[in-house]
Structure formats: C-alpha cells, structure tokens
C-alpha cells in the first residue's frame, strides 16, 4: 500500500497549484470576455472524469473466493435445522476467554 503522506511532494503540489490557478485565470477570463460579447453562445461546461478505483488481484481474488470450508458450513447448517448441533459450552467460553487476552495485549 502506497503512504500518500510520505510520497507527497512539495514542489509538484505548488506546481499543480500554480497550474490550476492558471486555468482558473483562464476561465475566469473567458467569462469576462463572454460578458462583454452577449452574441456568442455560452460554453457548455465539461464534465469531469468519472472517479475509477482498480482493485489488486490479490484484492480481486479474495472477493471472489470466500475464505472458509463450504462442505464444513453447509454441514453444521444442516445439524442446526435438525436440532442435531451440539455446543460445547467450555469451548465456547475458552474462546471468547482467549480472544479478550489477545484484545487486551
């Protein structure tokens, strides 16, 4: 994963900056201009670019493949409509005992 904060660099944000005030300027001008000839037809304002995110294949293929045993789910599913799943309640606390050491640490 890239630092956005780390990689960012001074210089090209104040050239960026400038470049955007240039634009700006010129935009700004281009009204003025437009004010003092009504004749012309007013610019149509373009739209900007559609915002794109693009995904790693590592990212794309945990997406598509769920991390767990089907079989497994599908099997303890069944045991509970049947009545038939049994909790082993010591386990069960065992569990959430450990999961609150490692919250705590």
């Given at each position: 994963?890239?630092?956005?904060?780390?990689?960012?660099?001074?210089?090209?944000?104040?050239?960026?900056?400038v470049?955007?005030?240039?634009?700006?300027?010129?935009?700004?001008?281009?009204l003025?201009?437009?004010?003092?000839?009504?004749?012309?037809a007013?610019?149509?304002?373009?739209?900007?670019?559609?915002?794109?995110?693009?995904?790693?294949?590592?990212?794309?293929?945990?997406?598509?493949?769920?991390?767990?045993?089907?079989?497994?789910?599908?099997?303890?599913?069944?045991?509970?409509?049947?009545?038939?799943?049994?909790?082993?309640?010591?386990?069960?606390?065992?569990?959430?005992?450990?999961?609150?050491?490692?919250?705590?640490?």
């Open positions: 994963m890239t630092n956005s904060i780390s990689s960012w660099d001074a210089n090209k944000a104040a050239a960026d900056a470049e955007r005030k240039r634009a700006a300027d010129r935009v700004s001008s281009g003025k201009s437009a004010d003092a000839a009504p004749a012309e007013p610019a149509k304002p373009v739209a900007p670019a559609a915002d794109q995110l693009q995904l790693s294949a590592v990212a794309l293929q945990a997406s598509r493949e769920p991390e767990f045993d089907r079989s497994k789910f599908d099997a303890i599913k069944q045991a509970v409509a049947q009545g038939e799943y049994v909790v082993d309640h010591r386990k069960a606390a065992e569990a959430f005992l450990n999961l609150e050491q490692l919250i705590k640490d």
